[in-house]
């Protein structure tokens, strides 16, 4: 098939399908959808080869508007959430106040009073403080010099109003270090681009402290997480950002690899524990690691205190192939993560990720079904057969929607019925059915709502909290130190807890830099946020 070129397949009766046209169509469909993967791959490296080329890559133009039956903004009646008209000044806090009289009013005016007009306005402007310290000599020939006031950071010549600006405009907004430059100069602050990188860098270990204190209070509430990874280049090579969210926090944690190895290792946390127990051996057992080596691994020391000290152990025991050095790894990284308090019926839900696959695994329908979006028919028919299962399959889905709301309307094993129905649809085209097999491997984890109504049917939310971060790696590319790596990763998890908790980015640094005490720390708003939504789900009950 030529690019550009459209070839419609005919329609073939039911009774000229014979087995062979059968595998013919097979074939021929199985190479349409491997073209159609090519020539995107193809246009890609184009479009990389452009940019590097310092050429713009092919423009994504989006389809009219203009033959839209009625604009999106007027269907329906019910407005968009958050339209609704409100006062813009109520919650202002006026700083300033000024009364302004009628310049040469006529003899005879009556004085009625004043008319309140509120004015907005932003103040940046570079504020330069000397401060004359006292240097005192006491009897006993001691130097005493006068302490700076509190907020000041000792040997550090910016005040903290200074670097509040600077993490928010980095970390928030994107902004990058050589503009940020720019910006203070033209301001008409004196400072160096060295001395913005250290600024933003170093001297925040109480943001490092806040943020690993986050994934133990989101677990320790949580019955489930979404989970995703993402691209992150680090020091020239290829790495990888695993955010772990659900709507109390958000962790990003970038690393070198993707492998479920890692990704526990991430959910570990601060630990650094191999732990042998129950939750072990059966993960074992369950990933089919030889009977002889569950044994040796459960004779002898059961937990250790860190990698060198499991490998010493595996080097012991002469344990040297791959796959079960894995095994045995990601079952005793599990055993550590259940002996740290994670409840082992933790929910985790993603894109379907095999190295998510751990505890109780969900996954999401929009991804499932994606494939189906992504094919392009070869023919009408194709084409038909294709919005046919996707109706099945969206109709069920809206259907599993309204359960997840009233769960306790009943209706578990007539959904799981439909599911069966719709997976086991047969087409005359194999990539449909493929799809559809796909989905029937995972059923249970299709289906995890239907026993547990809390999680998600989708992972939008934890695709949107790593949208972020892949902004970033578009404005900045890569991190070069891990240092740099560790600080976007950290103030990363803290601005998307903050927002998810309706806390202020701003006004948290202001209180963290400035030493103000007046926001408890993130952790225990966690904490203070699911005891809230606990309680108003037993109210709701008891009502």
Known sequence: MLKGMRIEMPPIPASERTPLVENLLAIIDAQHQRIQQLEEMVQQLRDEIAILKGQKPRPKIAPSQLEASQPPALKGSAKRPGSEKRSKNAELIITREHWLDVPNAPPGAVHKGYERYVVQDLLIQAEVTCYWRQRVLTPDGHTLLAPLPPGLRPGCHFGPELIRFLLYQHHHCGVTQPLLLEQLEEVGIAISAGEIHNLLT????????????????????????????????????????????????????????????????????????????????????????????????????????????????????????????????????????????????????????????????????????????????????????????????????????????????????????????????????????????????????????????????????????????????????????????????????????????????WSFLQDRLCGLGKIPRISELIRQRAAEKSAGKVQAVLA
């Not at 170093?202 to 989970?227: D, K, R």
């Not at 990874?229 to 955010?243: K, M, P, W």
């Not at 996707?390 to 069920?396: D, F, G, I, N």
Request: charge should be neutral; include cysteine.
């Open 202 to 505: 170093e001297n925040v270990a109480i943001f490092h402290e806040e943020c690993a204190a986050l994934l133990p209070a989101g677990l320790a509430v949580s019955t489930w997480v979404g989970v995703d990874d993402t691209g992150a280049r680090h020091e020239g090579r290829n790495g990888y950002c695993t955010v772990i969210s659900n709507d109390l926090f958000a962790l990003f944690a970038s690393t070198d690899s993707k492998s479920r190895v890692n990704f526990l290792k991430v959910l570990r946390g601060a630990s650094t524990a191999y732990v042998i127990n129950a939750v072990a051996q059966a993960y074992w057992e369950e990933q089919g690691l030889a009977e002889e080596w569950r044994k040796k691994l459960s004779t002898g020391p059961l937990s250790f205190a860190d990698e060198a000290a499991w490998q010493t152990r595996l080097a012991a025991l002469a344990m040297e192939a791959e796959r079960a050095v894995r095994i045995a790894t990601e079952g005793a990284l599990l055993g550590c993560l259940i002996e740290q308090g994670v409840s082992p019926e933790l929910k985790i839900l993603s894109d379907g990720a095999p190295q998510f696959d751990i505890l109780v695994h969900a996954s999401c329908w929009v991804h499932a079904e994606r494939p189906l979006t992504r094919m392009v028919p070869y023919n009408e028919e194709h084409r038909q057969a294709i919005k046919f299962v996707q109706s099945l399959l969206w109709e069920l889905y809206k259907d599993l929607k309204l359960f997840r709301r009233r769960p306790e309307g009943g209706g578990k094993a007539a959904l799981e019925h439909r599911f069966d129905f719709v997976v086991e649809q047969k087409t005359g085209y194999a990539s449909i059915n493929q799809v559809l097999a796909e989905m029937r491997v995972h059923k249970a984890d299709l289906l995890r709502v239907l026993e547990h109504p809390e999680v998600p049917l989708h992972n939008n939310g934890t695709e949107s909290d790593i949208r972020d971060y892949v902004k970033k790696r578009k404005i900045s590319g890569g991190t070069r130190s891990d240092t740099g790596r560790r600080c976007r990763d950290t103030f990363t998890s803290l601005k998307k807890t903050c927002r998810k908790l309706q806390v202020s980015f």
